[in-house]
């Protein structure tokens, strides 16, 4: 278990910029790997980006890849995610997680994660 809380969500105008952060505490487990997701209003969520930690890889959707930057700071405990270039269609809730070992689900799959952020706001304006 961990206890997962984003922060850093705001309203902007498109082509603005945001970083989300993501603090982890009370950790049992060391993560297989760590993801941002995000839900729109009437939408399902979705995988925005991952980072598997044993190999350093990092995995991005392609509505913001070349855009949005996942990284972590391991002295922090810290997730992040550098959004650049935003546009409305980004607009949603974004959430973080942690994911545990294999268990046969893809890294955009909200079923392959173990632990999840309450959520924060990103609302970009045209």
């Known amino acids: 278990q961990v206890q997962l809380v984003e922060s850093g969500g705001d309203s902007v105008q498109a082509g603005g910029s945001l970083r989300l952060s993501c603090a982890a505490s009370g950790y049992t487990y060391s993560p297989v790997c760590m993801g941002w997701f995000r839900q729109a209003p009437g939408k399902r969520r979705e995988g925005v980006a991952v980072l598997y930690t044993g190999p350093g890889i990092t995995l991005y959707d392609n509505s913001v890849k070349g855009r949005f930057t996942i990284s972590r700071d391991n002295a922090k405990n810290t997730l992040y995610l550098q959004m650049n270039s935003l546009k409305p269609e980004d607009t949603a809730v974004y959430y973080c997680?942690?994911?545990?070992?294999?268990?046969?689900?893809?890294?955009?799959?909200?079923?392959?994660?173990?632990?999840w952020g309450q959520g924060t706001q990103v609302t970009v304006s045209s």
């Open positions: 997680a942690w994911g545990r070992s294999t268990n046969g689900y893809g890294w955009n799959d909200v079923q392959r994660y173990s632990d």
